[in-house]
């Protein structure tokens, strides 16, 4: 309504008048004042509009980072971990970030690592501050799991922002080039594993969506190299999906699974 106003005042105004007076005119006869005018209701109107785009980027943002005001970051609890199978040994706070996943970024894809070493190597790297990236799981060659960051936080693992940021990673205690390995025990872990991830943010159990560290953008790693059975292992992903072996644990369970220790794992 206000641009239909200050028409009107600028009609009852000197530029009604037309070239014969009441101010300067360009060649086409049309008063400059009223180009003035109408330039002064376009930057309103643009104005508004930039408002209005900037109050939509700010509720966007304010949705992604909510959690960050003091007071307001989603409780945590001491050794919780997502997958029940697991047991916790927390990775060095300088290896990961903080977030609120999947409500600032969504979770698409699980990342299979490779640890070239040993599975006590592979823990101690990620609580070493200097190494500065971590994985949120650890598969061993025995079938045991260890959850080393929440799958809620952002771990440094891929060598890409963006697929840290909507991923979880999975390392695999053994060697690329060493086919032996990967046993039928780390494979069925690790399936079951990655079938519960999938079924709790609903991510296709497919190749577009369970990928090797080998095919994120920009990294220069192999793994989990040629001896990793694809096949094999998206199978066993499916099978446990159909048959309910991947009902999701409550988020933040501090229970560990029938047997697991809380001591730290005592090698692959």
């Known amino acids: 309504m206000g641009a239909d106003q200050e028409s009107t005042s600028g009609s009852a105004g000197g530029s009604a008048k037309g070239p014969t007076g009441g101010g300067p005119t360009d060649p086409s006869g049309r008063s400059r004042d009223a180009d003035r005018r109408i330039g002064r209701r376009a930057l309103i109107v643009g104005g508004t509009a930039a408002a209005v785009g900037s109050a939509v980027l700010a509720r966007d943002e304010l949705a992604r980072l909510w959690w960050r005001i003091p007071g307001m970051e989603r409780p945590r609890d001491d050794g919780a ?5 697991a047991t916790w040994v927390a990775a060095s706070d300088a290896n990961w970030r903080r977030a609120d996943r999947p409500d600032d970024y ?13 599975f006590d190597s592979a823990v101690r790297a990620f609580q070493d501050p200097g190494h500065k990236a971590s994985s949120h799981y650890i598969v061993g060659q025995d079938g045991r799991v260890t959850q080393m960051i929440r799958e809620l936080d952002v771990a440094y693992h891929a060598g890409n922002r963006d697929y840290n940021e909507r991923s979880v990673g999975i390392e695999h205690a053994g060697f690329v080039d060493r086919p032996q390995d990967f046993t039928d ?35 220069d790693h192999t793994d989990p190299g040629p001896h990793w059975d694809w096949d094999r292992y998206m199978k066993l992903v499916r099978r446990a999906v159909t048959s309910g072996a991947a009902e999701p644990t409550p988020s933040g369970s501090s229970e560990p699974s029938p ?8 090698g692959a």
């Open 185 to 219: 025990a780390m494979y069925a872990a690790s399936a079951k594993l990655t079938a519960q991830i999938c079924t709790r943010y609903d991510i296709p159990v497919d190749r577009k969506h369970v990928i090797g560290h080998v095919e994120v953008p920009g990294t």
């Open 81 to 85: 971990v997502d997958y029940a199978g």
């Open 259 to 266: 047997g697991a220790s809380s001591k730290p794992p005592a």
């Open 106 to 118: 969504r979770i698409e894809m699980v990342i299979v690592h490779v640890t070239q070493g040993s």
